[in-house]
């Protein structure tokens, strides 16, 4: 079975741009969660995707956002991008939330560096 | 709000000997699940081992096993004959278990680990 992908693994764009990022669950994974990886921050949780709707977020401006597509596949998208946003951004799939035990299993990750 | 921590920034060890890395957590919940994730180089995030709160027998996969002590909210991991492979930064995390719960997972600082061969 194929594990999590994430497109693109490496991004640079300047400040003020937008990006978006790209994550495909393992099949037939259902739940999406982004996090964000900075040295300084560490791990921290963007949102939580089932079923096309967001689930939970975490403590990011609006200016981060994502959706859920019917086939499970996950966009997270950054709008005006800051220098802070620099970060390697982990998406994770799970099976159905509240069944199983819940592991969360991560894709490569994409590296996104703003200048 | 839960919390984890991981207090040894670094650990290292010599190839084939047992190391122990150390997370404690904080939580006012009875049922969760804590993890501990491996992060090598090449910053891919792979899961070592998963264990159930509810479930008193300390979980083991292969060379890995844990020390998870609920009434002191500790979850140790312990690595036995450790391989140069084993290099990596160690993650431990948390997960609430509820149905109505939020179930981002919850991370310590990370330690990591150095093999020396």
């Known amino acids: 079975k194929a594990g999590v992908t994430q497109t693109p693994r490496y991004l640079i764009k300047t400040r003020g741009q937008q990006v978006t990022l790209s994550c495909s669950p393992i099949?037939?994974?259902?739940?999406v969660s982004w996090y964000q990886q900075t040295p300084g921050q560490g791990l921290q949780f963007l949102f939580e995707y089932f079923s096309e709707t967001q689930r939970n977020k975490g403590n990011f401006p609006g200016r981060f956002s994502g959706r859920q597509f019917s086939n499970s596949r996950s966009e997270m998208n950054v709008s005006t991008l800051e220098l802070g946003d620099s970060a390697l951004y982990l998406c994770?799939?799970?099976?159905?939330?509240?069944?199983?035990?819940?592991?969360?299993?991560f894709g490569p990750g994409t590296r996104l560096l703003v200048l | 709000a839960q919390t984890v921590t991981q207090s040894q920034p670094e650990m290292s060890v010599q190839e084939a000997e047992t190391v122990t890395l150390s997370c404690t957590y904080d939580t006012s919940e009875s049922d969760y699940y804590l993890f501990w994730y491996k992060q090598p180089p090449s910053r891919q995030m792979i899961l070592v081992i998963r264990?159930?709160?509810?479930k008193q027998q300390n979980a083991t996969e292969n060379r890995f096993s844990v020390n998870f002590q609920k009434a002191a909210k500790s979850f140790s991991l312990k690595i036995s004959d450790s391989q140069l492979g084993d290099a990596a930064m160690y993650f431990c995390a948390y997960r609430s278990a509820g149905t109505d719960s939020n179930y981002q997972l919850i991370w310590g600082a990370g330690t990591k680990l150095i093999i020396k061969p």
């Open positions: 264990q159930e709160a509810y």
């Open positions: 994770a799939s799970s099976l159905v939330p509240g069944q199983g035990t819940k592991t969360q299993y």
């Open positions: 099949s037939g994974h259902r739940s």
